[in-house]
């Protein structure tokens, strides 16, 4: 019988169907990313109907240089060494005669591995005009300097006209720290992958203030729905207990019915009451002995042990700790406090402000990672009006890879769902199908001054892409490290991360690994040999 991890394995080089693989470190991603290329260049007409989207040009040049060692292998029949290789091999050899068939020649040329930067780029430069382009220019990794110049001419229209207003009201919500609000905008620029296609929908206050209202109302339903189900048992229980303690824990009268249509307002004052009642002011589980006569709780009343026996059953779930004290800081969809009016009145700027880094990226001849992206995506055109280009790519594509996935951004991720959409459709008529392979690790997200977004790997992974439903798998082999090594960062890195994946505010859980060395293997796939004091000894 298959172990979980094996037939996640198997299952992850179908050529028929999409996956979102969660891949750790040493799990052996490399070997299966090799094996899902070559299953799918084995069935496409062209090598270039294959598009593999790497993020660093060593990684692509390194992807391309294994697919010629394997199919020189198997071209001279090496010898074989371990199990995997001969999925490996198997897999090469169709190819080959896939070729040979075709009359290919298959180099490193010919293979569709590209950086989503370099795939960006040369979009925008087939379609300048469309995209706003223009004319070449170069990206960037530190735009930096162009965020601050645009920031810079921006505060200097403090004293004109109805911008000028809105700036010195800007910079009055921070007391005229110029410093303060030119971090602030240099911030929200380097971040503008986030709300630069949603501001120009939102200048007028009324607009801007009605779409506010509605994000936020969605993110508190969401997080009140999630703790919902987390206590789906005890919810009656709950709202007894706690109606029964308010008077000892200073708590108003709460009810705790939750349905998907009630105000989200509402819900939120009984919910903040459990935090309160449940974790003390120090955000942590209230103990059995702080539960005691001094505090109200009569020794051995029926409320004291229904207390307690709700907080025996929660008071060592870290997640729902963590959970409860975000209640504590989720905004109200109702309040129109000085936050809100911040808010709103930014999204009357922020547009005025991106049109000073545009002008920044023209006067230098540079541009940052995130306007490739949205220019790319751009020059596909919308929804409704698809562009010639992405007509082309829609007739030339018909599987895409993506590693590192958890290191995408929002703007990369909204050009990869123009690039997929229609193929959902495309594969409901029963036609060849278009896939679309996601690999990464949320506990490696690393691009963050990238702007990354390792949210979106959640996302993906949940829900899928441009209606494209991506199976889920996990990988849990380790094949890097001794048993100790792996089993200490088990222990130490689940309680860290928790066990549940949070979309809303990126938490990734911890993946549980298992060595697959045993203390006296030395034919691991790759890496090094880490010892632990404790096996030394």
Same mark, same amino acid.
């Given at each position: 019988?298959?172990?979980?991890?094996?037939?996640?394995?198997?299952?992850?080089?179908?050529?028929?169907?999409?996956?979102?693989?969660?891949?750790?470190?040493?799990?052996?991603?490399?070997?299966?990313?090799?094996?899902?290329?070559?299953?799918?260049?084995?069935?496409?007409?062209?090598?270039?109907?294959?598009?593999?989207?790497?993020?660093?040009?060593?990684?692509?040049?390194?992807?391309?240089?294994?697919?010629?060692?394997?199919?020189?292998?198997?071209?001279?029949?090496?010898?074989?060494?371990?199990?995997?290789?001969?999925?490996?091999?198997?897999?090469?050899?169709?190819?080959?005669?896939?070729?040979?068939?075709?009359?290919?020649?298959?180099?490193?040329?010919?293979?569709?591995?590209?950086?989503?930067?370099?795939?960006?780029?040369?979009?925008?430069?087939?379609?300048?005009?469309?995209?706003?382009?223009?004319?070449?220019?170069?990206?960037?990794?530190?735009?930096?300097?162009?965020?601050?110049?645009?920031?810079?001419?921006?505060?200097?229209?403090?004293?004109?006209?109805?911008?000028?207003?809105?700036?010195?009201?800007?910079?009055?919500?921070?007391?005229?720290?110029?410093?303060?609000?030119?971090?602030?905008?240099?911030?929200?620029?380097?971040?503008?992958?986030?709300?630069?296609?949603?501001?120009?929908?939102?200048?007028?206050?009324?607009?801007?203030?009605?779409?506010?209202?509605?994000?936020?109302?969605? #993110? +508190?339903?969401?997080?009140? @729905?999630? !703790?919902?189900? /987390?206590? %789906? &048992?005890?919810?009656?229980?709950?709202?007894?207990?706690?109606?029964?303690?308010?008077?000892?824990?200073?708590?108003?009268?709460?009810?705790?019915?939750?349905?998907?249509?009630?105000?989200?307002?509402?819900?939120?004052?009984?919910?903040?009451?459990?935090?309160?009642?449940?974790?003390?002011?120090?955000?942590?589980?209230?103990?059995?002995?702080?539960?005691?006569?001094?505090?109200?709780?009569?020794?051995?009343?029926?409320?004291?042990?229904?207390?307690?026996?709700?907080?025996?059953?929660?008071?060592?779930?870290?997640?729902?700790?963590?959970?409860?004290?975000?209640?504590?800081?989720?905004?109200?969809?109702?309040?129109?406090?000085?936050?809100?009016? #911040? +808010?709103?009145?930014?999204? @009357?700027? !922020?547009?005025? /402000?991106? %049109? &000073?880094?545009?002008?920044?990226?023209?006067?230098?001849?540079?541009?940052?990672?995130?306007?490739?992206?949205?220019?790319?995506?751009?020059?596909?055109?919308?929804?409704?009006?698809?562009?010639?280009?992405?007509?082309?790519?829609?007739?030339?594509?018909?599987?895409?890879?993506?590693?590192?996935?958890?290191?995408?951004?929002?703007?990369?991720?909204?050009?990869?769902?123009?690039?997929?959409?229609?193929?959902?459709?495309?594969?409901?008529?029963?036609?060849?199908?278009?896939?679309?392979?996601?690999?990464?690790?949320?506990?490696?997200?690393?691009?963050?001054?990238?702007?990354?977004?390792?949210?979106?790997?959640?996302?993906?992974?949940?829900?899928? #892409?441009?209606?494209?439903?991506?199976?889920? !798998?996990?990988?849990?082999?380790?094949?890097?490290?001794?048993?100790?090594?792996?089993?200490?960062?088990?222990?130490?890195?689940?309680?860290?991360?928790?066990?549940?994946?949070?979309?809303?505010?990126?938490?990734?859980?911890?993946?549980?690994?298992?060595?697959?060395?045993?203390?006296?293997?030395?034919?691991?796939?790759?890496?090094?040999?880490?010892?632990?004091?404790?096996?030394?000894?």
């Amino acid at each position: 019988m298959l172990s979980d991890d094996q037939a996640a394995r198997e299952r992850a080089i179908d050529p028929t169907m999409s996956f979102c693989v969660s891949a750790p470190a040493g799990s052996g991603k490399t070997e299966l990313l090799t094996q899902r290329l070559l299953a799918l260049l084995a069935r496409v007409d062209r090598p270039e109907q294959v598009l593999a989207i790497t993020f660093t040009r060593k990684a692509a040049n390194e992807m391309a240089a294994r697919i010629m060692e394997k199919l020189e292998q198997a071209r001279a029949g090496a010898p074989i060494e371990a199990a995997h290789e001969q999925v490996t091999r198997d897999l090469a050899q169709q190819l080959l005669v896939h070729a040979q068939q075709r009359s290919w020649r298959l180099d490193e040329s010919s293979l569709n591995l590209r950086t989503i930067d370099s795939f960006c780029h040369e979009l925008t430069r087939q379609m300048p005009i469309l995209s706003g382009m223009g004319g070449i220019a170069e990206p960037v990794d530190n735009a930096s300097p162009l965020y601050e110049r645009a920031v810079s001419d921006f505060l200097q229209q403090a004293s004109e006209g109805e911008v000028g207003e809105s700036i010195s009201t800007l910079l009055g919500h921070f007391d005229n720290r110029w410093h303060k609000v030119s971090d602030l905008l240099v911030a929200l620029l380097s971040r503008r992958g986030d709300w630069g296609p949603h501001i120009g929908q939102h200048h007028d206050p009324a607009t801007a203030e009605a779409a506010i209202e509605s994000t936020v109302s969605d #993110l +508190v339903t969401d997080r009140l @729905s999630a !703790l919902s189900e /987390l206590f %789906a &048992h005890d919810t009656q229980e709950l709202c007894d207990v706690i109606n029964g303690a308010r008077e000892v824990l200073a708590l108003p009268a709460i009810t705790l019915t939750y349905a998907a249509d009630a105000p989200a307002t509402e819900a939120l004052e009984g919910w903040r009451a459990v935090s309160m009642a449940l974790l003390t002011n120090d955000q942590t589980w209230r103990r059995p002995k702080g539960i005691n006569a001094r505090q109200g709780f009569q020794k051995d009343s029926d409320f004291k042990v229904r207390f307690l026996a709700i907080l025996a059953r929660y008071g060592d779930d870290e997640a729902l700790r963590e959970a409860l004290v975000e209640l504590r800081y989720l905004p109200d969809p109702l309040a129109r406090g000085e936050g809100w009016q #911040l +808010v709103v009145l930014l999204s @009357s700027l !922020l547009p005025v /402000l991106q %049109a &000073h880094l545009l002008l920044a990226f023209q006067r230098t001849g540079t541009v940052d990672h995130t306007h490739i992206a949205l220019a790319a995506s751009q020059a596909l055109g919308s929804d409704e009006q698809p562009t010639t280009l992405a007509e082309r790519l829609d007739y030339q594509l018909e599987h895409i890879l993506v590693d590192e996935f958890q290191d995408t951004s929002s703007s990369q991720a909204e050009f990869l769902r123009r690039l997929t959409r229609g193929w959902a459709e495309h594969n409901a008529t029963g036609a060849m199908p278009r896939t679309l392979f996601v690999v990464g690790d949320g506990m490696q997200s690393i691009y963050g001054f990238r702007y990354a977004d390792v949210r979106l790997f959640l996302q993906i992974r949940q829900n899928g #892409l441009a209606g494209l439903t991506l199976a889920p !798998l996990t990988l849990s082999q380790n094949f890097r490290s001794r048993p100790a090594v792996v089993n200490w960062v088990n222990r130490v890195f689940a309680d860290l991360m928790g066990k549940i994946d949070d979309i809303n505010i990126g938490r990734v859980s911890h993946v549980h690994a298992v060595s697959a060395k045993s203390l006296d293997d030395t034919g691991a796939r790759e890496g090094v040999d880490v010892v632990t004091l404790e096996e030394a000894s």
